[in-house]
């Protein structure tokens, strides 16, 4: 079947190829309900990894407000307009899209599927839709870019403290067909992650989530240096005691790094390896004029994501980037943070479209997509909706819930009264609460 470049009125014929199905007995294996989803890919992970992708920072406010958040925007439909054909193919940075929505950077995807992002590659190839690899992958990125085949790709950066590695995987994102970067401001260091902190879990000490690591020549070689050279031993530190849980991590990191298992687990190299990317990964000290040091690296489009105020949007625009990512990481970092929806109202107000806004944090229905057009976005990025779908069915799953994310924006445009993404505008919906007269 030939990947539409256009799903505009296609809502009609993926919402009755559903009912078709369930004229004969066939109910959906991926639930459409959003909390029926995520509870459907709960009882198909391990807590661990279920937590690890449903849970946030602190007491889970900010990523519960993202979600309300979207309450107080009301659409606004309008009658009587002919709504027959319908478009929502865009251009964002030189980057066709058959519909404003791109399957999120999200990493660890082996926690939700064997096939990881491979699986979700297959069905971006198959939508035609746009996938933003993470730096935490499961598989490389060039293995992901090779199931993609024609589909678009951009490649999601976190800066770590060494410009080397930043630079070998951005040379190597470019090589394997990258659009664009996007780089990730917000997780400069991880946040407060109270589910994971009590299952005392963290999937990279596994080894889990390290394949662009792990693949890098740039990384490889501090890792070889490290084995070579061990830091000392913290004398005031016991000597750990071998337990189980700690035997299993052990093999997890072998198995994960490049080469025989057992060899590994004889060299040490595993073991150095994630230690060296625990050195690696939190970079909190960069600063605005650091931008130009990526631009020297690549002329692809730079992307800045986790901008929530109309500050930082100004500066972006200073400092020449090419677009903004709104998004406060589905509420991972910051408790009690601003909901995503919120900060776009303000943001885009301060940009007047002079760079593209994509929005992330929140959407889980295609009516959030459209308020979140309304309010000033280009595209937007939907994470664990797809996620969940990857778990319960793998590419199938994933395919499934951004099909009909698609489908639904398409239908509540025709019932909202509109044919064109352009005609998607601040008189579509209303505010029910004053948006508040400070600049953040």
């Given at each position: 079947?030939?990947?539409?470049?256009?799903?505009?009125?296609?809502?009609?014929?993926?919402?009755?190829?559903?009912?078709?199905?369930?004229?004969?007995?066939?109910?959906?294996?991926?639930?459409?309900?959003?909390?029926?989803?995520?509870?459907?890919?709960?009882?198909?992970?391990?807590?661990?990894?279920?937590?690890?992708?449903?849970?946030?920072?602190?007491?889970?406010?900010?990523?519960?407000?993202?979600?309300?958040?979207?309450?107080?925007?009301?659409?606004?439909?309008?009658?009587?307009?002919?709504?027959?054909?319908?478009?929502?193919?865009?251009?964002?940075?030189g980057t066709q899209m058959p519909a404003p929505v791109m399957f999120a950077p999200i990493g660890v995807l082996e926690m939700a599927h064997?096939?990881?992002?491979?699986?979700?590659?297959?069905?971006?190839?198959?939508?035609?839709?746009?996938?933003?690899?993470?730096?935490?992958?499961?598989?490389?990125?060039?293995?992901?870019?090779?199931?993609?085949?024609?589909?678009?790709?951009?490649?999601?950066?976190?800066?770590?403290?060494?410009?080397?590695?930043?630079?070998?995987?951005?040379?190597?994102?470019?090589?394997?067909?990258?659009?664009?970067?996007?780089?990730?401001?917000?997780?400069?260091?991880?946040?407060?992650?109270?589910?994971?902190?009590?299952?005392?879990?963290?999937?990279?000490?596994?080894?889990?989530?390290?394949?662009?690591?792990?693949?890098?020549?740039?990384?490889?070689?501090?890792?070889?240096?490290?084995?070579?050279?061990?830091?000392?031993?913290?004398?005031?530190?016991?000597?750990?005691?071998?337990?189980?849980?700690?035997?299993?991590?052990?093999?997890?990191?072998?198995?994960?790094?490049?080469?025989?298992?057992?060899?590994?687990?004889?060299?040490?190299?595993?073991?150095?390896?994630?230690?060296?990317?625990?050195?690696?990964?939190?970079?909190?000290?960069?600063?605005?004029?650091?931008?130009?040091?990526?631009?020297?690296?690549?002329?692809?489009?730079?992307?800045?994501?986790?901008?929530?105020?109309?500050?930082?949007?100004?500066?972006?625009?200073?400092?020449?980037?090419?677009?903004?990512?709104?998004?406060?990481?589905?509420?991972?970092?910051?408790?009690?943070?601003?909901?995503?929806?919120?900060?776009?109202?303000?943001?885009?107000?301060?940009?007047?479209?002079?760079?593209?806004?994509?929005?992330?944090?929140?959407?889980?229905?295609?009516?959030?997509?459209?308020?979140?057009?309304?309010?000033?976005?280009?595209?937007?990025?939907?994470?664990?909706?797809?996620?969940?779908?990857?778990?319960?069915?793998?590419?199938?799953?994933?395919?499934?819930?951004?099909?009909?994310?698609?489908?639904?924006?398409?239908?509540?445009?025709?019932?909202?009264?509109?044919?064109?993404?352009?005609?998607?505008?601040?008189?579509?919906?209303?505010?029910?609460?004053?948006?508040?007269?400070?600049?953040?």
């Amino acid at each position: 079947m030939e990947v539409p470049k256009d799903y505009g009125g296609a809502g009609r014929a993926i919402q009755g190829q559903i009912y078709t199905l369930g004229a004969v007995g066939y109910k959906p294996k991926v639930p459409t309900d959003p909390l029926a989803l995520a509870f459907a890919a709960s009882t198909k992970m391990t807590p661990e990894a279920y937590w690890y992708v449903a849970g946030s920072a602190g007491m889970q406010r900010t990523a519960e407000a993202n979600v309300t958040a979207f309450e107080r925007y009301q659409i606004v439909p309008h009658m009587l307009r002919d709504v027959r054909e319908r478009s929502m193919a865009t251009n964002v940075l030189g980057t066709q899209m058959p519909a404003p929505v791109m399957f999120a950077p999200i990493g660890v995807l082996e926690m939700a599927h064997v096939q990881a992002e491979v699986a979700v590659a297959k069905a971006a190839s198959s939508l035609g839709v746009p996938m933003v690899i993470s730096t935490q992958g499961s598989r490389p990125m060039e293995e992901t870019a090779a199931s993609l085949g024609p589909a678009p790709m951009w490649y999601q950066l976190y800066w770590s403290n060494n410009n080397e590695l930043m630079r070998s995987l951005v040379t190597r994102a470019e090589k394997a067909g990258a659009q664009a970067i996007v780089v990730t401001l917000d997780t400069h260091t991880v946040g407060w992650r109270t589910r994971d902190l009590d299952l005392g879990f963290l999937p990279f000490a596994k080894g889990m989530g390290l394949a662009q690591y792990f693949s890098d020549p740039v990384f490889l070689e501090i890792v070889k240096k490290r084995v070579e050279n061990p830091p000392p031993r913290d004398p005031s530190l016991p000597a750990p005691r071998p337990t189980l849980a700690g035997i299993s991590t052990l093999w997890s990191q072998a198995s994960h790094f490049p080469g025989n298992t057992l060899a590994n687990l004889l060299s040490g190299y595993p073991r150095a390896a994630v230690d060296a990317f625990l050195d690696v990964f939190p970079c909190s000290g960069i600063k605005w004029t650091d931008l130009d040091l990526i631009k020297s690296v690549t002329k692809l489009p730079i992307i800045l994501k986790g901008i929530q105020t109309a500050s930082d949007a100004e500066l972006a625009l200073q400092y020449g980037v090419s677009g903004i990512v709104v998004s406060n990481h589905g509420g991972r970092q910051v408790d009690g943070a601003i909901a995503s929806i919120d900060a776009l109202e303000v943001v885009a107000r301060e940009l007047e479209g002079r760079i593209p806004i994509i929005f992330d944090s929140g959407i889980r229905s295609g009516a959030d997509v459209f308020k979140a057009l309304a309010l000033g976005a280009n595209a937007v990025f939907v994470g664990r909706p797809w996620l969940y779908g990857l778990a319960i069915d793998g590419a199938d799953g994933a395919k499934a819930v951004m099909e009909r994310i698609i489908a639904e924006l398409d239908l509540t445009m025709a019932l909202a009264g509109v044919k064109t993404l352009a005609d998607i505008n601040r008189q579509c919906i209303r505010r029910t609460e004053p948006a508040g007269g400070a600049k953040l």
